[in-house]
């Protein structure tokens, strides 16, 4: 059994800080251009679905405010990576679309974070990987779970 003591351990190697120096390196990764578009760009990007999605699907699915989504889309409007149209079923109904642009960064990113999880991968060994990917996806599960609403 690991033992686990944060008082014991030098600053730089307590949990979280070692989380925040890999969300750093993954950030890097996202954005190795210096495009302006953050982590929180490429998630929206993502979310997005092929034929749209209105701001209201978008804020639940993230979670988000409809505000922040709003705010975000506008954002990405101006870089050329989102367009809002007219759902041609519904003329009151807008919808946000990926652009070629849009696209195109969102293959990036996959094909980015994918190199570095090889690169993690080859530093630890596979099977390592495997399971510090399972051990964070259960994490992340189990601190959503915690997390009251907003």
Not at 56 to 73: D, H, I, N, R, S
Not at 101 to 108: H, I
């Amino acid at each position: 059994m690991i033992e686990v003591n944060p008082q014991a351990a030098p600053e730089s190697t307590h949990i979280v800080n070692l989380m925040i120096g890999l969300l750093q390196a993954s950030r890097a990764a996202l954005n190795p251009d210096g495009h302006g578009l953050r982590p929180s760009h490429y998630r929206l990007l993502e979310a997005t679905r092929a034929g749209g999605s209105t701001i209201t699907e978008l804020a639940a699915k993230l979670p988000m405010t409809k505000q922040a989504v709003g705010q975000f889309v506008n954002q990405l409007i101006t870089t050329g990576h989102i367009a809002v149209e007219t759902d041609p079923s519904d003329k009151r109904r807008r919808v946000v679309v990926r652009t070629l642009a849009g696209d195109d960064a969102v293959e990036a990113v996959h094909e980015r974070i994918a190199a570095l999880e090889i690169e993690w991968a080859s530093l630890i060994g596979n099977q390592a990987y495997a399971q510090m990917r399972a051990s964070l996806a259960l994490l992340a599960e189990r601190s959503a779970a915690a997390s009251p609403p907003d």
